[in-house]
């Protein structure tokens, strides 16, 4: 699902920045778009966490093999060691049960999230062992399709700014958080586009 603010946002970014004017022409007719699930998107986030695309893929393939829907009642029905088996450390089997025990009981409040404000999905997200800001920032981006979220700390987005701002010296925080003030409302959709300067082929989280 593409955002219905994507083309209103491309548009003003446009006018406003020369160098996002650039990328924008660049990368026409491309945009961001939801994967879906909440729990699976969080699910498969945790289980890329500081591997390779490539194991992370092979790592949910079999675990997707081994569950019947990667959903939270069949991840808290599946044992540790199954889990274990199609890849994932035990650290990460910790993880994926408290994730899916916050989904199963409640403490995750997705019918309320359309309600909520960034930070407070921040705060509901990252009280879950495993997850924390930058993660939840790029659920908000790619999953809930929030259309100013500014990941400070991603390093995708200071290497693009630095490349396309700054002759090539990375940002230090505060002076990225200045520079992307430009940017509102619609710093998701630069982010994006900074990122597609630097991979041509979209992410998808």
């Known amino acids: 699902m593409t ?6 946002a491309s548009r003003e970014l446009a006018r406003i920045d020369p160098v996002m ?29 500081q591997i390779s695309v490539k194991a992370a893929d092979s790592v949910w393939a079999r675990l997707m093999a081994a569950l019947p829907a990667p959903t939270p009642q069949a991840v ?3 044992s540790a060691e199954r ?11 910790e993880y994926i049960s408290d994730l899916a025990g916050h ?3 409640g403490r995750i409040h997705t019918r309320r999230w359309p309600r909520m404000s960034d930070a407070e999905i921040v705060a509901e997200l990252t009280a879950v ?9 790029m659920f908000l981006i790619f999953n809930l399709l929030r259309p100013d979220v500014f990941p400070l700390d991603d390093i995708g987005l200071q290497k693009a700014v630095a490349r396309h701002y700054l002759a090539g010296e990375r940002p230090r925080r505060s002076e990225l958080a200045r520079i992307g003030e ?9 982010t994006w586009y900074l990122w597609r300067s630097l991979d041509p082929v979209p992410v998808e989280y």
């Open 76 to 78: 808290l029905a599946c």
């Open 103 to 105: 989904f199963a009981d």
């Open 129 to 137: 062992r495993g997850i924390g800001v930058w993660t939840v920032e």
């Open 182 to 190: 430009r940017w509102r409302p619609w710093r998701s959709v630069a």
């Open 21 to 49: 004017s650039r990328l924008i022409d660049a990368h026409a007719g491309a945009s961001i778009a939801s994967r879906g699930d909440p729990f699976a998107t969080l699910f498969r986030s945790i289980v890329g966490q």
């Open 83 to 93: 889990l274990r088996g199609c890849g994932l450390s035990a650290r990460k089997v």
């Open 3 to 8: 955002p219905r603010y994507w083309r209103q």
